[in-house]
């Protein structure tokens, strides 16, 4: 991978390297354009790789089922051929221009003091800088216990090998986790404040199934009150939602896993004059902003009849990088060539 000066422009500066920031970097690639990433995040894989790389994606097509690590994985190994230089823990805190004409360029500032230039900028971002959320305060305080046996991401899920772990939410990625940890933990506990959950009904009906058996219990109505041990989690003290103290009982358990949401800004972002709706970037139907030479795809995005899933994000990509090259080289065709033909270009340095 090559090493970047200040003074290199590129043809696409994409901003994410989730899943969809790699795959636009895979079709620059395949238009013969030059890019580079940007993510502020340690590693590449944004929410696949830091909230569930050890999580089963079902809904790719081509992969009956994929672990999200080895989705991201496969994805930087397709970019390979194509020499993109990726900035991690570099944050685009703003964006200006130079030049006129052909001879104009994007000028993106970043956390580092660099000044990264390039001809277009696709945003292929998730839902921006995200964080887990926390237990209410009315619950209990669980910073005490962080470190000690409570967590809110999963980097390796035989962290809990043979351990009883107790998973508190109620949405896709607390019943995930259930089924996820099925062959791992000792003994799985969900709590969940209502009874109704929001997670896919199959993942639903996975984990009441597993409730029938030994090794699963659900509590609900039920939040977590009070946490108890000797300088690790040991137990946790269980009220009922609706009846209070007087439904109450303790569980003992070695790890408790909150699966409660991300909160998710935009960060620098939001003050670049994009047109935003209920904290996304509202785009055309050719992935354009209200930003000059600027495309968005990927769930950052919105517009009428959104679907928030990798496989529309991969489509939005291919369609932003088609029109960012096109704009820059009018004289190529909006349809690329078909990859049964042509097969994959190459790296393809000092394009004009």
């Known amino acids: ?16 390297a989730g899943p969809v920031g790699l795959c636009t970097a895979f079709w620059a ?60 823990e570099t944050t685009a805190e703003s964006i200006d221009y ?20 390039s001809r277009t900028v696709i945003v292929s971002g998730g839902h921006g800088a995200f964080e887990p959320k926390r237990l209410p305060v009315s619950d209990v305080d669980m910073a005490p216990w962080e470190g000690k046996g409570v967590h809110y991401l999963v980097g390796d899920k035989h962290e809990f090998l043979n351990k009883r772990v107790v998973i508190i939410g109620g949405g896709d990625s607390a019943c995930d986790w259930v089924v996820n940890l099925l062959d791992t933990a000792e003994h799985i506990t969900l709590v969940h404040r209502r009874d109704a959950f929001r997670a896919h009904e199959a993942t639903v009906s996975q984990v009441r199934e597993a409730a029938e058996g030994p090794h699963v219990d659900l509590h609900t109505p039920y939040v977590v009150k009070e946490v108890n041990g000797n300088g690790a989690v040991e137990s946790v003290v269980l009220h009922n939602a609706t009846e209070g103290e007087d439904h109450s009982f303790a569980i003992e358990c070695d790890a408790i896993l909150l699966q409660l949401g991300f909160s998710t800004k935009l960060g620098p972002l939001k003050e670049w004059g994009f047109e935003l709706e209920k904290n996304a970037i509202k785009v055309d139907g050719t992935f354009g902003t209200s930003l000059e030479r600027v495309w968005a795809c990927g769930d950052i995005t919105t517009f009428d009849g959104k679907i928030k899933l990798i496989a529309t994000g991969f489509g939005e990509a291919a369609i932003a990088v088609a029109q960012a090259v096109h704009t820059i080289r009018p004289d190529m065709k909006l349809q690329p060539a078909y990859s049964t033909n042509t097969g994959v270009p190459g790296g393809v340095e000092g394009q004009p």
């Open 29 to 88: 690639g395949m238009r013969e354009a030059t890019a580079r990433i940007v993510d502020s995040l340690p590693e590449v894989g944004g929410q696949l790789t830091t909230l569930y790389p050890e999580k089963w994606i079902f809904d790719v097509p081509g992969h009956p089922r994929v672990l999200a690590k080895d989705l991201v994985a496969q994805l930087r190994e397709q970019i390979e051929p194509f020499d993109v230089p990726i900035h991690l």
């Open 98 to 117: 130079e030049g006129e004409g052909d001879d104009r360029v994007v000028v993106l500032r970043t956390s580092e003091g660099r000044e990264l230039r």
């Open 1 to 16: 991978m090559s090493i970047e000066t200040d003074t290199d422009i590129r043809d696409i500066t994409i901003i994410g």
